[in-house]
């Protein structure tokens, strides 16, 4: 087996002197040959997509990534698989058990939380097989700042409230400090700002936040396992949510979101059902 790091380091040299032909001739959500990495989405097992599910179903070999995928979900969908938890496993591990899996004939599965897209790693393993030979493609998930608006009975985006919305980190083991922009997402103002991969440090983010000026009144929301039958909520602002998040006991799996999107309020009428839905360009037209 060739090392993954060289492997990874071909396919991304490939990428750059040529396009991969099969993003021309297929699309997301299509089935193909090879292993799908799979998005489980955010926990709840009715979160996972019509394709994902039919993927799971069908498989004989489950690779997941453990405590990360409710168990209800390889419950239900994968009972008859032989399920093994990528926990603890480095890519020296997984791709001959997946590249070896699936030139035995298996139906294989690659079953990542959330969506793969974001924070999943997912890539590096891909490459790794698709330099042994085996073909590989994404199927899509939903991420967990969409169930987290969707439990905030809210959106991410509002008029007059927030334009953009930044998926980021903050600093630490694997962000070194000057990759951490999450001040700058802050005093854009218009920014939802969504935090993956932070509650372990959600106190020392806000008294980063503090100590650069930002406003301490600032609403931020933290929503533990968002869709999960534990799901917990936390209301507070840049201020008081380290303390909130401490005294609840959550050191991972929560969604931190800054903004005032997260409380809903505020926000102005769209533009997609005034006026210009049923084509007036002002007010006077469409009051004739």
């Known amino acids: 087996m060739t090392d993954p790091q060289d492997a990874i380091e071909a396919e991304a040299d490939a990428r750059t002197r040529r396009r991969d032909s099969r993003i021309a001739e297929r699309t997301a959500g299509e089935v193909r040959e090879g292993i799908p990495f799979i998005g489980a989405g955010p926990g709840d097992p009715g979160l996972l997509t019509v394709t994902g599910r039919e993927l799971v179903e069908a498989a004989d070999l489950v690779v997941h990534a453990g405590s990360l995928v409710n168990s209800e979900l390889l419950e239900e969908y994968c ?3 032989e399920q093994v938890s990528s926990v603890g496993k480095d890519l020296e591990e997984l791709v001959p058990l997946l590249r070896d899996a699936h030139e035995e004939g298996r139906d294989v599965v690659r079953l990542h939380s959330g969506d793969p897209a974001v924070y999943g790693a997912a890539l590096e393993q891909m490459d790794a097989l698709e330099h042994e030979g085996v073909p590989t493609y994404l199927v899509p998930g939903v991420t967990a700042a969409f169930a987290a608006s ?8 509002l008029n007059g409230v927030a334009n953009h919305v930044a998926f980021t980190r903050p600093q630490g ?23 993956y991969l932070g509650t372990h440090a959600v106190g020392e983010t806000m008294d980063r936040l503090l100590a650069a000026g930002h406003d301490p009144d600032t609403p931020v929301t933290a929503v533990y396992h968002a869709s999960w039958p534990d799901e917990d909520v936390i209301e507070g602002t840049i201020a008081t949510i380290g303390e909130q998040v401490e005294a609840a006991g ?3 799996s929560a969604l931190v979101i800054i903004g005032d999107a997260a409380q809903g309020t505020e926000y102005e009428r769209s533009y997609l059902y005034g006026d210009w839905a049923n084509g007036s360009s002002n007010e006077s037209e469409a009051d004739d």
């Open 79 to 81: 009972a008859d698989a």
């Open 150 to 157: 969707a439990t905030l009975r809210t959106q991410l985006t």
């Open 173 to 195: 083991k694997t962000l070194d400090p000057d990759d951490d922009h999450i001040g700058e997402f802050v005093e854009m103002g218009d920014v939802t700002t969504c935090i």
């Open 250 to 252: 959550y050191r991972a």
